[in-house]
């Protein structure tokens, strides 16, 4: 079995970079100007290429580049997990920090409690946290609202 893809994308796509690390995908947004560092670093971290920069087709780069259309996130999204015949897998989903791509992990219910809003601490009992950014996670309808952004862009979603 072949280990997941891990992404770099440059920073015009950083809305899909987002999504892939909600379905669970290793994704590193590069903040800088698309060009040679970007190629550099995503070769030497393994990683596939995604830009909307048609000119970069046409520069020297061995590994591997999908030049993603200009269009809205979940046609894009749709477009990337196509070509690379991904799917789209519950229990992968929700792992990785959406702000800055680290793990997640469940803590304390305890932990949380003056680190997320009251009406939140009172109704969840599952927390996450990604020790990188401090950002905190519960199962609030965000779950729901992602299915139905999946179901309405024609992703299909795997158990």
């Given at each position: 079995?072949?280990?997941?893809?891990?992404?770099?994308?440059?920073?015009?796509?950083?809305?899909?970079?987002?999504?892939?690390?909600?379905?669970?995908?290793?994704?590193?947004?590069?903040?800088?100007?698309?060009?040679?560092?970007?190629?550099?670093?995503?070769?030497?971290?393994?990683?596939?290429?995604?830009t909307?920069?048609?000119?970069?087709?046409?520069?020297?780069?061995?590994?591997?580049?999908?030049?993603?259309?200009?269009?809205?996130?979940?046609?894009?999204?749709?477009?990337?997990?196509?070509?690379?015949?991904?799917?789209?897998?519950?229990?992968?989903?929700?792992?990785?920090?959406?702000?800055?791509?680290?793990?997640?992990?469940?803590?304390?219910?305890?932990?949380?409690?003056?680190?997320?809003?009251?009406?939140?601490?009172?109704?969840?009992?599952l927390?996450?946290?990604?020790?990188q950014?401090?950002?905190?996670?519960?199962?609030?309808?965000?779950?729901?609202?992602?299915?139905?952004?999946?179901?309405?862009?024609?992703?299909?979603?795997?158990?």
């Open positions: 079995m072949n280990a997941a893809p891990a992404f770099l994308v440059d920073a015009s796509l950083a809305g899909l970079g987002r999504w892939l690390r909600l379905l669970g995908f290793d994704t590193l947004v590069y903040t800088g100007e698309a060009g040679r560092p970007m190629m550099k670093m995503a070769l030497e971290d393994h990683r596939i290429l995604l909307r920069r048609f000119d970069m087709r046409a520069r020297q780069f061995s590994g591997r580049l999908v030049l993603v259309p200009e269009a809205s996130v979940g046609f894009q999204l749709r477009f990337v997990l196509d070509k690379l015949g991904l799917a789209v897998r519950r229990n992968q989903m929700y792992r990785l920090c959406v702000l800055c791509n680290a793990p997640v992990r469940p803590i304390p219910v305890e932990e949380a409690r003056d680190r997320v809003p009251t009406y939140v601490f009172q109704h969840c009992r927390f996450h946290i990604c020790d950014c401090g950002k905190i996670y519960w199962r609030g309808t965000h779950p729901r609202n992602a299915e139905r952004f999946l179901r309405d862009n024609g992703i299909p979603l795997d158990d």
